[in-house]
């Protein structure tokens, strides 16, 4: 079964700080999603990318977000000057095109526990 | 912006009892899907509906989508310690379908 792989599974990091997570999204998927969860919480959509560009982001994701696709295969997340309340679950996602009006499940990875102290 | 509302929050039913939860849409939806999540893991795709009053089984699993495409439920059959999680209803966006917006979830213990 093919997966998405997330690194590191637990980032800690001092507040002001500057984190990369990353991301290996499934081979044949184009789109791809960073998703965050903060502890107990529902699951928040940050950012779609798709053909080397964001096609969608969620308010959360301001200016202290960036993404990145470097090579082939990775996909990061960049949070600049971190805050206490960056802390949370951090999922990426990956999915096939589905065409007009369809949409396809998500494969999500593992997630990256984000702690800012 | 989208708000998918699930009921209930929680949920703690006796090993062997059923399970239902409820997933309402201020919206139209052209699909819903749903996803479960262990504690401590991360989103599983279950399933997708798109048609009008479509009901779709998995084993003690049976999906429902809404006449009118504004709601959608999950029932479980006897319930086993395994179904344990959060059990997540999320919607495609409204002209797009480049994300799904994730319902509140309902989260179930199952007592053994």
């Known amino acids: 079964e093919p997966e998405v792989t997330q690194t590191p599974s637990h980032q800690v990091t001092q507040m002001g700080q500057e984190v990369i997570l990353r991301c290996v999204p499934i081979s044949n998927h184009l789109y791809f999603y960073w998703y965050r969860q903060i502890l107990g919480q529902k699951v928040e959509f940050l950012v779609s990318f798709y053909n080397n560009e964001i096609s969608e982001k969620s308010e959360i994701f301001d200016d202290q977000f960036s993404v990145e696709r470097p090579d082939g295969s990775n996909f990061t997340l960049k949070i600049r000057s971190t805050k206490l309340e960056d802390s949370a679950m951090y999922f990426c996602?990956?999915?096939?095109?589905?065409?007009?009006?369809?949409?396809?499940?998500?494969?999500f990875g593992s997630g990256t526990r984000l702690t800012v102290v | 912006g989208q708000q998918v509302m699930q009921i209930p929050q929680y949920q703690h039913v006796q090993e062997g009892e059923d399970f239902t939860t409820y997933c309402n849409s201020s919206?139209?939806?052209?699909?819903i899907q749903w996803y479960k999540q262990r504690p401590g893991g991360h989103p599983v795709f279950l399933i997708q509906?798109?048609?009008?009053?479509e009901v779709k089984k998995q084993k003690r699993l049976t999906f429902q989508f809404g006449e009118a495409k504004k709601n959608s439920s999950l029932h479980i059959t006897a319930t086993q310690t395994t179904d344990v999680g959060t059990y997540f209803c999320?919607?495609?966006?409204?002209?797009?379908?480049?994300?799904?917006?994730f319902g509140t979830g309902t989260k179930l213990q199952v007592i053994p």
């Open positions: 999320a919607e495609p966006t409204s002209g797009g379908y480049q994300k799904v917006t």
């Open positions: 919206t139209t939806l052209s699909n």
């Open positions: 996602a990956s999915s096939e095109y589905g065409g007009t009006g369809l949409s396809y499940g998500y494969t």
């Open positions: 509906l798109v048609k009008s009053g």
